[in-house]
T-cell receptor, first 117, second 113 residues
Framework: SQTIHQWPATLVQPVGSPLSLECTVE??????LYWYRQAAGRGLQLLFY??????ISSEVPQNLSASRPQDRQFILSSKKLLLSDSGFYLC????????????????FGSGTQLSVL | KQEVTQIPAALSVPEGENLVLNCSFT??????LQWFRQDPGKGLTSLLL?????REQTSGRLNASLDKSSGRSTLYIAASQPGDSATYLC????????????FGRGTSLIVHP
């Protein structure tokens, strides 16, 4: 069966510090991978998505970046955190069918609560 | 650009009631629609997925319907229980949106004993 691991669960970081959140998926190959952010009182905001190794699409211009060094590993990074980066970060994956289209459910990790102080 | 709206934003009901949560979308050319549940401080758990060719999906006390022509989906919860208390979100995948899921803001449900 497929599983998704996301860590850490909670993170408190000072403004200006770097960030690295990691997400790994097990039990599947060539998944579509996503990073979302959920701010208090707001909906889910798509930050990045990836359809393959080294293929990253950014939805929102900001001081965050993402990388996919391996097929089932997705990393969210920042060189210098801002107060506005605080929020609940969620990694997700979906399988792909013909032509790379998402043909099944979207599965989420347990999330990382990031507080930038 | 696909937009997804969920009404109501919050709902409080006594235990045992049958509920209907609504999800509407602006572009009827969808690929699929998925309903999720989110408990406070947790990730999203997939409940039901409806492909564009389907009209409904059922799982236990949950039934989701899809009417593409009117741009609507409903999640029906039968005989609600306090354990159903959570936020329910719908997400739409559309060809026009590069097949990226677009989420509504969710309906926060409280079922009180």
């Amino acid at each position: 069966s497929q599983t998704i691991h996301q860590w850490p669960a909670t993170l408190v970081q000072p403004v200006g510090s770097p960030l690295s959140l990691e997400c790994t998926v097990e039990g599947t190959s060539n998944p579509n991978l996503y990073w979302y952010r959920q701010a208090a009182g707001r909906g889910l905001q798509l930050l990045f998505y990836s359809v393959g190794i080294g293929q990253i699409s950014s939805e929102v211009p900001q001081n965050l970046s993402a990388s996919r060094p391996q097929d089932r590993q997705f990393i969210l990074s920042s060189k210098k955190l801002l107060l506005s980066d605080s929020g609940f970060y969620l990694c997700a994956w979906s399988s792909t069918g013909t032509g790379g289209l998402p043909d099944e459910k979207l599965f989420f990790g347990s999330g990382t609560q990031l507080s930038v102080l | 650009k696909q937009e997804v709206t969920q009404i109501p934003a919050a709902l409080s009901v006594p235990e045992g009631e049958n509920l209907v949560l609504n999800c509407s979308f602006t572009d009827s050319a969808i690929y699929n629609l998925q309903w999720f549940r989110q408990d406070p401080g947790k990730g999203l758990t997939s409940l039901l997925l409806i492909q564009s060719s389907q009209r409904e999906q059922t799982s236990g006390r949950l039934n989701a319907s899809l009417d593409k022509s009117s741009g609507r989906s409903t999640l029906y919860i039968a005989a609600s229980q306090p354990g159903d208390s959570a936020t329910y979100l719908c997400a739409v995948v559309s060809p026009g949106g590069s097949y990226i899921p677009t989420f509504g803001r969710g309906t926060s449900l409280i079922v009180h004993p």
